[in-house]
């Protein structure tokens, strides 16, 4: 692990440099230090075409020059109406210093271009990972001329996100203004699957939660929404063709997403280059249907639970049952023609089966691998022929080919998140990953157990009551992981990218914002940016990241987003290389 972390005084050097605020940092970043003030009628165009600013505009089709309108209107609103005055990141009552001097004349930016030099495809709105090119350019001359040019139209919206964090507001009230003209951006990504994982079934999220964190996800470069939405303790995805599943399994009538939420989720997602895809996990992890369909489930709410399944309350498919198959068959072919049109992968879980669940199962009586593994196989490439059937690609968790020795296709996406050599290993049998490493990107992590315990040895055992992957995971552990780490470079190349987890046994709605930002902020710039620093040849440092981060949060918080603060205000308008680092201090 000390390996990735740059040894201190090359961290210090670097941090003493200027750095840009650009959050995640761009490829390559020159600017110089003169002012551009935005007129709220700049002139843009797109490819030529004259676009309006549109507070608000919503696209009224998928095709991308209404997603670019959309992507215009949205950065510029951002820019004038959410009021970022940066007085948290100057020097106390030193803002002024920072701001220009509006009395002393106005240089105007002119006009933005935005050229796109390739016409999108349909996967450009539904990728696979590597399949649209987000690359792209910015330029903006010291006369106030502005060019945009990108491949895609996602390209595009990748760069106007840039485009807003350029921008500030003055203390007055009355303009918006950049510094750092002239300057040129040249940008791509490193990983083409930047993702959040959302648990929506052990606690509820409404629809707008989600929305709010698609909207987050886009300003930080992250391009993959996966919803985690059905487990053992609820159901909240209504399936038309089967309602009892989401009346019975869901918390409360109202704790469920209907098909039109679900199309609209990943429709607000399309708009914004965020795709949304759903898991439903199985064949363990599905005890909800157990009050729809208790013929199906075996080991609900089992007791004690730990020798079934990891937390209550338990419930598996039966593997040698073909009433599972006929359900499945039913519910994919309702479900999956939804959701194809918007993405190009479904999750079909696989994790953390426990084959002492098949004891309890009359068709099975037994937990041995090898009475176990040839079903698992079958319903493993059952329901994997389903996905693709549908147009979609599947995914899968580690468990399936590394515990199970199942065999998958080589299409196959698999998540691996119990760390340790385990990206190694799947890569070096050919297989395509995404790795969430809990021991990094579990943001659930550190939040004390949540199960209760009475007086006795229990309570001796589990004091002072951490829960099984303690410590918090902050932003700084959170940036220090890079996923092609100890990897050949092939098999890096089938490193995907990752994705942060938020598994929701102690987090709701309430606390959501905090929970996730800023801290996937941060694995959003190593999927991003990379961990290395190709001007400096080392891993990127957090005394460069620190402000630049903080910057970012209070963006964040600026557009809606509640992201929990970076540090106290006091270090971000002190010299944060010097004053709020370690060793601390000028003398460093």
Not at 282 to 308: N, T
């Amino acid at each position: 692990m000390f390996s990735r972390l740059v040894p201190i005084l090359s961290v210090l050097l670097v941090a003493l440099g200027p750095v840009c605020a650009i959050w995640p940092a761009p490829r390559s970043y020159t600017k110089g230090n003169s002012t551009l003030y935005l007129h709220q009628n700049i002139y843009i165009t797109y490819n030529g075409e004259f676009l309006p600013y549109m507070a608000g505009y919503v696209p009224q089709s998928i095709n991308s020059k209404e997603i670019v309108q959309a992507g215009v209107s949205r950065a510029l609103e951002s820019i004038f109406t959410d009021k970022f005055v940066p007085w948290m990141l100057h020097k106390r009552n030193r803002l002024s210093t920072f701001e220009p001097d509006v009395f002393k004349g106005q240089n105007w930016m002119k006009s933005l271009k935005i050229v796109q030099t390739t016409q999108d495809t349909a996967s450009t709105f539904k990728p696979l990972a590597g399949e649209v090119d987000e690359s792209y350019n910015l330029t903006i001359s010291a006369q106030g001329d502005a060019t945009l040019t990108a491949v895609s139209s996602t390209g595009v919206l990748r760069g106007l996100e840039t485009f807003t964090q350029l921008f500030y507001q003055h203390s007055s009230g009355t303009f918006w203004y950049t510094n750092d003209a002239p300057l040129s951006i040249q940008d791509a990504p490193k990983f083409p699957h930047r993702g959040v994982l959302l648990d929506v079934a052990r606690n509820w999220y409404g629809v707008d939660d989600i929305l709010r964190t698609i909207d987050a996800m886009g300003w930080n470069k992250m391009n993959r929404l996966h919803i985690h939405v059905t487990d053992s303790q609820s159901w909240p995805i209504d399936i038309p063709s089967m309602p009892e599943v989401a009346r019975e399994g869901a918390y409360c009538p109202d704790c469920k997403y209907s098909a039109e939420d679900v199309q609209n989720m990943q429709l607000y997602g399309l708009y914004r280059g965020v795709e949304v895809y759903f898991e439903i996990d199985m064949p363990g992890h599905i005890g909800s249907l157990e009050w729809s369909h208790p013929e199906l489930i075996v080991a609900y709410d089992a007791f004690p639970y730990y020798w079934w399944c990891a937390e209550p309350p338990c419930g598996a498919f039966k593997l040698n049952d073909s009433r599972v198959d006929a359900f499945l068959e039913k519910m994919f072919d309702d479900l999956l023609p939804r959701l194809e049109p918007y993405a190009a992968y479904f999750h079909a879980g696989g994790d953390e089966l426990n084959a002492n669940d098949s004891m309890l199962d009359p068709g099975i009586r037994s937990n041995a691998t090898e009475v176990l593994q040839p079903l698992l196989q079958k319903f493993v490439d059952t329901q994997h022929s389903r996905v693709r059937k549908a147009g979609l690609t599947p995914m899968t968790w580690e468990e399936i080919p590394l515990d199970w020795n199942v065999t998958i296709g080589n299409d196959t996406v698999v998540q691996t998140w119990l760390g340790g050599a385990s990206v190694k290993t799947l890569t070096g049998m050919g297989h395509k990953v995404i790795d969430s490493d809990y021991n990094y990107w579990y943001l659930d992590c550190g939040r004390g157990q949540w199960l209760s315990m009475e007086n006795g040895e229990a309570y001796q055992n589990f004091y002072p009551f951490g829960d099984w992957c303690d410590p918090f995971k902050n932003w700084h552990l959170i940036y220090s992981h890079d996923p092609t780490f100890n990897l050949t470079a092939d098999e890096a190349k089938l490193v995907l990218g990752g994705e942060v987890a938020i598994w929701s046994e102690q987090i709701d709605a309430v606390i959501l914002d905090g929970i996730i930002w800023p801290r996937a902020s941060a694995a959003g710039e190593v999927l991003w940016s990379g961990r290395i620093d190709e001007a400096t040849g080392q891993n990127r440092s957090q005394l460069d990241a620190t402000p630049r981060l903080a910057e970012m949060r209070e963006r964040m918080v600026a557009r809606g987003v509640g992201a929990a603060p970076v540090q106290m205000i006091w270090c971000t308008q002190a010299d944060n290389a010097t004053e709020c680092s370690y060793p601390m201090g000028p003398g460093l």
